[in-house]
């Protein structure tokens, strides 16, 4: 009887492990373009908020040129992004050309703000991807 408790204790407790996780849900965010347009490139993003509706999100941002050298240092202001949903988002960096582009490395998160996270909550729970060919994406 004893060990059936535990047993069911164990299980339980595996089962809302398992809850917990879904729920939390993250923020994935993938580059999806570079475009050039007037003396700048245009990095747009496609924005999956599943983690809780956020009021801001901001993201301090480096682009790395050819030759691996810092060639931008800006802050991406996602602005908010509601619970469940899929945003697109668009930052030009003027006097940057696309084709310039190797890396953009996500160095953290500036701002987060939104119903019951934070800045550390939204930087554990972000994902980021690259579908711009010959262009690296890291966090």
Do not use: Y
């Not at 469940?84 to 160095?107: E, Y």
């Amino acid at each position: 009887m004893v060990r059936m408790s535990f047993f069911s204790l164990g299980l339980a407790l595996a089962v809302a492990g398992t809850a917990a996780a879904q729920d939390a849900g993250g923020i994935a965010l993938d580059l999806n373009r570079l475009d050039p347009v007037d003396n700048a490139c245009r990095l747009t993003f496609v924005a999956d908020n599943t983690l809780a509706p956020l009021s801001a999100l901001a993201l301090e941002t480096v682009l790395f040129n050819q030759a691996g050298r810092v060639a931008a240092l800006t802050l991406f202001d996602f602005g908010d992004l509601p619970d469940g949903s899929r945003r697109v988002r668009q930052f030009d960096v003027a006097g940057l050309a696309c084709d310039d582009v190797a890396q953009v490395l996500v160095n953290g998160v500036a701002s987060c703000t939104g119903d019951g996270v934070d800045t550390t909550i939204c930087a554990q729970s972000l994902d980021i991807t690259g579908s711009v060919e010959g262009v690296e994406v890291m966090q």
